[in-house]
């Protein structure tokens, strides 16, 4: 398994508490911006444990939708959770669909760990009809506070600077110019948002412990005692919250035609 896709070979649990809580929000908001409705087939790229991909299935039903994701655990995650959709374990560089078999294809919160994000969206663009969607997003660089604060407090205890800022698809435009240089037409650019809820700070450090993406592999590598530094430190960040507290995330999001 490549690099990149080897930081989401943990359980769905562990990306539910880092990423997955804030899917039944933003999912929804992507799905908007990409028009998805009754009548269409829909496929979701990079669909990990499936939570846009159930937000898809409300929306057109389990028989329209596919879905594929590189992550074992995650594609047999999401085929659990939403019976009836064509789950296929796979990568966005090498769709196994026809040409033109869907009305709209999505990749949410992806293409900064594509292999080749050029390739996956012109894959992309090959399997959705000629006048359908192709949406993608990802976060922006000021708008994930529960990463921000993870890297802000690990730094504050290290020395050392980690953060996913140089990933493709956090600065603007990056995916305006990944969809045009796919040859979609017609792209447009805005910015949706996503909730999660925490408990408390354990509930918010438990995002980090799962192992998932480049935020929960440095959390792994931390020795016990540092990493209980960097939990101290978040809680200081947060301002020690006592009772459950939101944050909000805001994605970029970029919607072409085919």
Same mark, same amino acid.
């Not at 990423?19 to 933003?26: H, K, M, W």
């Not at 929306?59 to 992550?71: F, L």
């Not at 407090?153 to 603007?172: F, I, P």
């Given at each position: 398994?490549?690099? $990149?896709?080897?930081?989401? =070979?943990?359980? !769905? ?12 929000? +933003? ?43 590189? #992550?074992?655990?995650?594609? !047999? ?6 019976? /009836?959709?064509? &789950?296929? $374990? *796979? ?24 292999? =080749?994000? *050029?390739? /996956? &969206? ?11 969607? +192709? ?26 600077? /980690? ?5 493709? /698809? ?12 796919? *040859? !979609? ?6 910015? +949706? ?6 408990? =408390? ?9 799962? *192992? ?6 440095? !959390?792994? #590598? ?12 978040? =809680? ?23």
């Amino acid at each position: 398994m490549e690099p $990149e896709r080897s930081l989401f =070979d943990v359980s !769905a649990g562990s990306y539910d508490r880092l990423i997955g809580r804030y899917l039944p929000t +933003i999912g929804v908001a992507f799905a908007d911006a990409a028009g998805v409705g009754a009548g269409q087939r829909v496929l979701d790229v990079g669909c990990g444990p499936g939570g846009l991909t159930s937000v898809l299935v409300g929306r057109v039903g389990a028989e329209h939708v596919a879905a594929i994701d590189p #992550s074992r655990p995650f594609v !047999a995650a999401c085929r659990e959770r939403n019976p /009836g959709v064509d &789950v296929r $374990e *796979g990568v966005a560089e090498e769709l196994p669909y026809a040409d033109g078999a869907f009305d709209a294809s999505l990749a949410s919160l992806v293409v900064g760990f594509m292999s =080749d994000a *050029g390739a /996956g &969206v012109a894959e992309m663009r090959r399997v959705t009809r000629r006048g359908g969607r +192709i949406a993608l997003s990802f976060w922006t660089l000021d708008g994930m506070p529960l990463l921000q604060t993870f890297w802000s407090a690990a730094s504050a205890v290290t020395g050392e600077h /980690g953060s996913d800022d140089t990933r493709l /698809g956090r600065r603007d435009g990056d995916l305006v110019r990944l969809l045009e240089g796919a *040859g !979609a037409a017609d792209v447009v650019q805005t910015r +949706i948002t996503g909730r999660a809820t925490y408990a =408390d700070v354990d509930d918010f450090w438990s995002s980090f412990t799962g *192992g998932a993406g480049p935020v929960g592999a440095y !959390a792994r #590598s931390l020795a016990p005692e540092v990493a209980d530094r960097v939990r101290d430190a978040c =809680d200081r960040l947060l301002g020690h919250p006592r009772s459950p507290f939101t944050l909000e995330a805001t994605a970029w999001c970029a919607v072409g035609t085919s």
